[in-house]
């Protein structure tokens, strides 16, 4: 007379030898595609700043600062956590991406803020750009490789932030972003 436990299956904590799907996400990976598409947003709004439509404009900026808003919070909810347990010597790169994050955050409540008609726009979109230029680069040409030299398992955390990528990303064009 056993009763079912509602479901046995309480995620076993051992990595899952099958692989996700198609092919696994490798975290790293997953990240560098995001700073291509935000830089390709980038680019569309700078070549296109003085003929776009204000709307089209508040279009283009409102994706950016959503897609990095997600980007930003899988990195801090995951990616650096993971990295500062088991990279060694990355915690001043760490220490730096979080005050370079912040910078973009403030930047991203202001084009949020902001008003396409207002001289203040495009430059808060542009340098909101710069800042993530530059925080790419150092992501990618040092943290990174740092990081894929340490050898730490990245399939499993990759599938791991694609799952919240995509829960971040419900929350947030379901329009349900609070700051
Ligand atoms: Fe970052
Ligand atoms: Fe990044």
Redesign the pocket.
Known sequence: MKTKPKSASKAKSAPAKRAQSKSSTDAITL?KTDHKEATAMFRQYEAGKDKLSDARKTKIAGDICDALTV??KI??EL??PAVAEEVDGAEDLLAE?KV??NS?KRLIDDVTGGSPGSDEYDANVKVLGEYISH??DE?ETE?FPKVRKSGMDLKSLGAEMLARKNDKADMIFGGALAG
């Open positions: 990240l980007h930003m990195e801090e990616f650096y991406a370079e994050h973009c925080h790419v992501e943290l």
